[in-house]
């Protein structure tokens, strides 16, 4: 079966700490991945987007940075957490309906990152 | 900014009522997506309905999508206090983006 698994589930760090994130997907191969942050009760902001290994296209610039290294890894990081960093994030892989054909996106069970 | 974008921003109803949310979008789309997340937890696909469609349904669901007013609603018929959360509309364009809006959130007391 296709999981996929984030973790930590939980962190809470220093402002000016490092970060890693890290996202595996399970039970399929070449998945195209995605990082997504959730600000307290808002919606969600796409980071980056992988398509392949060492494929990766930002959306907004950030403090941030991910890398692909495996096939089915994908990791979010961060050399100097700010406070805004702050927030539940999201990794997301695209999995193609068997019903329709059309994509949607199936998500790991989110990080949730606290700057202190 | 955010493709799609729900309303209401919040809504309280009793078990047993229907809830309706609606979630307006800006450009053109393939299909449009409603995604459900239970506080803390990550988003989970409901149901997906393409531009060619404009009802569909699945279970206590029901979707519509007007693509000449470029919105949609999730209607959940007999709502239950499990269907408490946060529901998302999401749109998928070019290059296998998705494109979220800040959702409607869902308490249904008992």
């Known amino acids: 079966s296709q999981t996929i698994h984030q973790w930590p589930a939980t962190l809470v760090q220093p402002v000016g700490s490092p970060l890693s994130l890290e996202c595996t997907v399970e039970?399929?191969?070449?998945?195209?991945l995605y990082w997504y942050r959730q600000a307290a009760g808002r919606g969600l902001q796409l980071l980056f987007y992988s398509v392949g290994i060492g494929q990766i296209s930002s959306e907004v610039p950030q403090n941030l940075s991910a890398s692909r290294p495996q096939d089915r890894q994908f990791i979010l990081s961060s050399k100097k957490l700010l406070l805004s960093d702050s927030g539940f994030y999201l990794c997301?892989?695209?999995?193609?309906?068997?019903?329709?054909?059309?994509?949607?996106?199936?998500f790991g069970a989110g990080s949730r990152l606290t700057v202190l | 900014s955010q493709q799609g974008e729900e309303d209401p921003q919040a809504l309280s109803i009793q078990e047993g009522e229907n809830a309706t949310m609606n979630c307006s979008y800006k450009?053109?789309?393939?299909?449009l997506q409603w995604y459900r997340q239970n506080s803390g937890r990550g988003l989970v696909h409901l149901i997906l309905?393409?531009?060619?469609?404009r009802e569909k349904h699945s279970g206590r669901l029901r979707v519509t999508l007007d693509t000449s007013k470029k919105s949609s609603s999730l209607l959940i018929t007999a709502s239950r206090a499990a269907d408490t959360a946060s529901y998302f509309c999401a749109t998928s364009g070019g290059w296998g983006k998705f494109q979220f809006g800040a959702g409607t959130q869902v308490v249904v007391t008992p």
């Open positions: 450009t053109s789309i393939n299909n």
């Open positions: 997301a892989w695209r999995k193609q309906l068997l019903s329709s054909g059309a994509n949607v996106l199936t």
């Open positions: 309905i393409r531009s060619n469609e």
């Open positions: 039970g399929t191969s070449n998945p195209n």
